[in-house]
């Protein structure tokens, strides 16, 4: 699927997958208790993923689930608090790994870098 303009307006259908960087996923991974994060999968170990370029989820709106913020992102990126991006990062007792759509990666790289 591409996207699609009309009347100057971008489309882009939600199952579109993001696109790979050197063969890795944008995915969003969520642990036992270290939180969640969205980035590249370098690596994964059985419990154990290494992910690039990773922005910790620390907290969202406009989703009602990690599933739809995979999917469709966030309609609420005002109200998002997602810290600024890791270059990597290795998580441990990974519990859920869901790949991302095209219109979901860039909802959450656009969310402004939460600071206190």
Do not use: H
Not at 78 to 105: G, H, N, V, W, Y
């Amino acid at each position: 699927m591409k996207k699609v303009v009309i009347d100057g307006v971008t489309y882009i259908p939600e199952s579109q997958s993001a696109p790979e960087l050197n063969g890795m996923k944008y995915c969003i991974v969520r642990t036992y208790s270290a939180g969640v994060f969205a980035g590249y999968i370098e690596s994964r170990n059985g419990q154990e993923v290494v992910m690039l370029n990773a922005r910790r989820l620390w907290y969202w709106e406009g989703a009602a689930s990690l599933s739809q913020l995979a999917m469709s992102g966030t309609s609420k990126p005002e109200k998002c608090k997602f810290p600024e991006e890791m270059e990597r990062i290795i998580l441990t007792q990974t519990i859920e790994i869901i790949d991302c759509s095209l219109i979901a990666k860039e909802s959450i790289q656009a969310v402004n870098v939460w600071k206190t």
